[in-house]
């Protein structure tokens, strides 16, 4: 694949994560430039940008019109890019057989253990997502909050009480981060 260093970015993002879920999951040390090297050379596999292509719903016809569009390699590539940053977020980028092949070896340890430690760091980092954007929610809705805010009646006042305090229960109230519903509004926030 030409046009490699536009892969930087990306697969500088992938090693970092990787080295994150190493040393918090199995008391690993950062990865060797051999094992970089190698996670690169997974990265630009043609079977493997396939996955990454199908992981993101996009597909083959409009992989063709986009390169068509810009008449360059050096776009698609960084299309694809683009798509490798978007994927790393995902569980499922690390099911594929060769991530998971190369997470075992690096850890030496059963395909189960590696998918459950994956599950594990991936339900983590959900709940921490869901505690952001309730901090978010919490944050636009406090001037609710203050005991001196104009509310039209009573009523209105106990339904952003109760809105914030539903916010405020849902990390703990809560027992699968991925398919969190927040609590919708009294009124448009602004």
């Given at each position: 694949?030409?046009?490699?260093?536009?892969?930087?970015?990306?697969?500088?993002?992938?090693?970092?994560?990787?080295?994150?879920?190493?040393?918090?999951?199995?008391?690993?040390?950062?990865?060797?430039y051999e094992e970089e090297d190698e996670l690169r050379?997974?990265?630009?596999?043609?079977?493997?940008?396939?996955?990454?292509?199908?992981?993101?719903?996009?597909?083959?016809?409009?992989?063709?019109?986009?390169?068509?569009?810009?008449?360059?390699?050096?776009?698609?590539?960084?299309?694809?890019?683009?798509?490798?940053?978007?994927?790393?977020?995902?569980?499922?980028?690390?099911?594929?057989?060769?991530?998971?092949?190369?997470?075992?070896?690096?850890?030496?340890?059963?395909?189960?253990?590696?998918?459950?430690?994956?599950?594990?760091?991936?339900?983590?980092?959900?709940?921490?997502?869901?505690?952001?954007?309730?901090?978010?929610?919490?944050?636009?809705?406090?001037?609710?909050?203050?005991?001196?805010?104009?509310?039209?009646?009573?009523?209105?006042?106990?339904?952003?009480?109760?809105?914030?305090?539903?916010?405020?229960?849902?990390?703990?109230?809560?027992?699968?981060?991925?398919?969190?519903?927040?609590?919708?509004?009294?009124?448009?926030?602004?």
């Amino acid at each position: 694949m030409y046009y490699n260093w536009v892969l930087d970015k990306p697969v500088k993002s992938l090693i970092e994560r990787f080295n994150i879920f190493f040393e918090e999951n199995f008391k690993l040390g950062k990865m060797t430039y051999e094992e970089e090297d190698e996670l690169r050379r997974i990265c630009i596999i043609p079977e493997f940008v396939d996955f990454v292509h199908q992981l993101n719903n996009v597909s083959q016809k409009s992989i063709r019109i986009h390169s068509w569009a810009f008449k360059c390699h050096y776009d698609t590539v960084r299309f694809y890019a683009f798509l490798l940053l978007s994927s790393i977020k995902t569980v499922e980028f690390y099911q594929h057989p060769l991530v998971l092949n190369f997470i075992i070896r690096h850890v030496d340890a059963s395909l189960d253990d590696v998918q459950l430690c994956l599950h594990n760091h991936f339900t983590q980092l959900q709940f921490i997502k869901v505690r952001e954007r309730r901090d978010e929610l919490l944050f636009a809705t406090d001037k609710y909050a203050l005991v001196d805010y104009p509310f039209k009646d009573n009523e209105e006042k106990i339904k952003w009480f109760e809105y914030r305090q539903m916010l405020r229960d849902l990390p703990g109230s809560i027992q699968d981060p991925f398919t969190v519903v927040f609590p919708s509004s009294p009124a448009p926030v602004k």
